[in-house]
């Protein structure tokens, strides 16, 4: 009896010709049976956004597989509920997202397109993986680290992920023999620190580009930043409750019912 | 001796001429010193989107207030860091985001322009809140719950909020005296059951315009969309920490690492 191949779709956010997600569906061929939706163009830095006020389209995109794949004039979110409401037309039994070209470690989960994307599969109850290089340029290698990609899907395709959870993945940008093993931490803690660099256009107006570079203020060794700082593949399983159930218990003493 | 009155920082993401952010205006002025920084244009629905590719432009903004606005050509987020790093050019005590037109209950929040600002702020640790009303309508009625807004942030100027930490508070759509109080829950579980709305242009193209409603797969009396539906204002403290820990012991068990 021959077992039925996984149903897998595939998106990102860099936009379908990237050479991320071309990594990422030649990896993903050897698993199953794949469809590819995503973005006619770069959708970075998106986060969750998801398009309401102006409809979508689909168009057919040529390439060399075999495979169907579809560009989408949306967000990395429109990609999967097209992907599974239209052009699936059922649930998968995996999405995965990326590679993306640039890490989505501690709290760049919050501004990624990529992880919006796994983000949207657990809303919906789909087992998903976001896979990010850390390294943002457009010629980085994504050679070397296929492996791990695969051990790690072929895991959730076996155990499955528990409900509202996805896996957020970050990969050290090194050649294969260089990187370490798999860690699986949780979200450190960090932020931008942000400069605005301030010009003045040719009709006398200022604007402003922003630049910044990323504050790591967790040194610890169970976090994803140390994991990546260390040439390990960080693993960060994910949830879309955002509650804080310690602040709960903390402001349910405020009395902020009392009007008296 | 008088205490400094203090400084807040107002944005939303329906827009700077929305009713629900002139309304807030109203209620933040009898608090404190007030800045506005809000969307030019509607940016509803954009998550937790930044401007990255592109450059920003703020504007005067002409209002009969005596206290400056400006416009800004991003995105809520965009508006939460142009505020403090440039017109500000310090934190401020509290940054206040909304009021949304349109519940960001359950899962809402993670589409949220309104919540990714107040989430920015937790990230940079300043305290924040999101406030939104039940009712997406540009014609709801924002009067009669104003006391309630007041006293959330006189609460949490004195009080605090724990690191990485906002609020997302829900106001039902109700005249003030049909609404019972305030409650302290957590994010309740829902989806949106989507259906997208196929159509054919003049050139025979197809194209969809995303529609469906929220289904709560949740009904314990501990969320929000429980207080929202038995006509209390819900209080969710959220934080930007989305590791789901019971799933990283869990994925720990699995060996992801042997390769054996």
Same mark, same amino acid.
């Given at each position: ?42 959708q970075s830095g998106m986060g969750h956004a998801v ?139 960090? !932020?931008? /620190?942000?400069?605005? %660099?301030?010009? $003045? =256009?040719?009709?006398?107006? +200022? ?6 570079? !990323?504050? /790591?203020?967790?040194? %610890?060794?169970? $976090? =994803?930043?140390?994991?990546? +700082? ?31």
């Amino acid at each position: 009896m021959t077992k039925k191949k996984p149903l897998i779709l595939i998106t990102n956010d860099d936009g379908i010709t990237a050479p991320g997600i071309r990594k990422l569906i030649s990896v993903m061929q050897k698993i199953g049976d794949i469809v590819v939706v995503a973005p006619d163009k770069p959708q970075s830095g998106m986060g969750h956004a998801v398009t309401v006020t102006s409809p979508l389209m689909l168009h057919p995109f040529s390439s060399e597989n075999r495979h169907p794949e579809y560009s989408c004039t949306g967000t990395s979110v429109d990609c999967v509920k097209m992907g599974v409401k239209i052009v699936l037309g059922r649930k998968p039994d995996l999405i995965v997202s990326g590679i993306n070209h640039g890490s989505n470690a501690s709290v760049n989960i919050l501004y990624s397109g990529t992880m919006a994307a796994a983000l949207e599969a657990a809303i919906e109850d789909i087992p998903a993986i976001g896979f990010s290089l850390n390294n943002y340029s457009i010629g980085a290698s994504f050679d070397g680290f296929e492996k791990y990609i695969e051990k790690i899907c072929l895991m959730v395709l076996e155990k499955g992920l528990p409900p509202a959870t996805c896996l957020n993945v970050n990969i050290p940008d090194l050649n294969g023999s260089e990187i370490r093993g798999i860690r699986i931490v949780r979200q450190g803690r960090g !932020f931008w /620190n942000e400069k605005y %660099d301030a010009r $003045t =256009d040719p009709f006398k107006r +200022n604007y402003y580009w922003l630049t910044g570079f !990323f504050e /790591n203020v967790d040194t %610890d060794e169970d $976090t =994803d930043i140390w994991a990546l +700082n260390n040439n390990y593949i960080a693993v960060v399983p994910v949830h879309i409750d955002m509650t804080s159930y310690p602040a709960l218990r903390q402001i349910e003493q405020w009395g902020l019912d009392n009007f008296n």
